[in-house]
């Protein structure tokens, strides 16, 4: 059964930095484009970065300049370091693996930026 599993979440202040991992089992990790993914209370779920099986990244236009996404295909896992942080940022973040029909979700991390 395919595993992915957040961590690195929680509370930081404004401006400051997070940074999140998703380590995943049970799947040719190489593969697959990793994402990851954000819902704010009251809102729909909208992506944030991805990175594909060949390094090619996109990013959420809010995000833009100030997160990062990178992966490590030795470890099976995908990164997001998230730094000058404000409170719209607060969000439980997913991650996702996609590939053709397959497509993976973890449970989430918390992220809450607040002072």
């Known amino acids: 059964q395919v595993q992915l599993v957040e961590s690195g979440g929680g509370l930081v202040q404004p401006g400051g930095s997070l940074r999140l991992s998703c380590a995943a089992s049970r799947i040719t990790f190489t593969i697959y484009t990793m994402g990851w993914y954000r819902q704010a209370p009251g809102k729909q779920r909208e992506l944030v970065a991805a990175?594909?099986?060949?390094?090619?990244?996109n990013y959420a236009d809010s995000v833009k300049g100030r997160f990062t996404i990178f992966r490590d295909n030795v470890k099976n896992t995908v990164y997001l370091q998230m730094n000058s942080l404000k409170p719209e940022d607060t969000a439980v973040y997913y991650c996702?693996?996609?590939?053709?029909?397959?497509?993976?979700w973890g449970k989430g991390t918390l992220v809450t930026v607040s002072s």
């Open positions: 996702n693996a996609r590939y053709s029909h397959l497509d993976y």
């Open positions: 990175i594909t099986s060949g390094g090619s990244t």
